[in-house]
Nanobody, 127 residues
Framework: QVQLVESGGGLVQAGGSLRLSCVASGRTVSNYNMGWFRQAPGKEREFVAAISRSGSRIYYADSVKGRFTISRDNAENSEYLQMNTLKAEDTAVYYC????????????????????WGQGTQVTVSS
């Protein structure tokens, strides 16, 4: 089993920045594709960004492209989401996710592709 714990959320003004961290325990995630999703009140969980297990493939939702940067540190068993130029519409609970499928190096955008989830961290952007 893999446990994922997010941190780094908080309250920030529009235009500001936050850096989310996700630390995995229980098993190394260096061979897992990793992703970030978010869920705003009354809305479905949506894809934000993903990084392949090799780190060579990265994909972003159009809504965050150019503002957010996903990265991973396999030595730390972690992934990160640097969020810049935050907007009020970025307000949501952000979730870290791990895709344990061993056979491909990819950036899945469907939440159904992911096997493990963190508990989420709240990001609130005031306008």
């Amino acid at each position: 089993q893999v446990q994922l714990v997010e941190s780094g959320g908080g309250l920030v003004q529009a235009g500001g920045s936050l850096r989310l961290s996700c630390v995995a325990s229980g098993r190394t995630v260096s061979n897992y594709n990793m992703g970030w999703f978010r869920q705003a009140p009354g809305k479905e969980r949506e894809f934000v960004a993903a990084i392949s297990r090799s780190g060579s493939r990265i994909y972003y939702a159009d809504s965050v492209k150019g503002r957010f940067t996903i990265s991973r540190d396999n030595a730390e068993n972690s992934e990160y989401l640097q969020m810049n130029t935050l907007k009020a519409e970025d307000t949501a609970v952000y979730y870290c996710a791990a895709d344990a499928s061993p056979h491909y190096d990819a950036t899945p955008t469907s939440r159904f592709a992911y096997d493990y989830w963190g508990q989420g961290t709240q990001v609130t952007v005031s306008s």
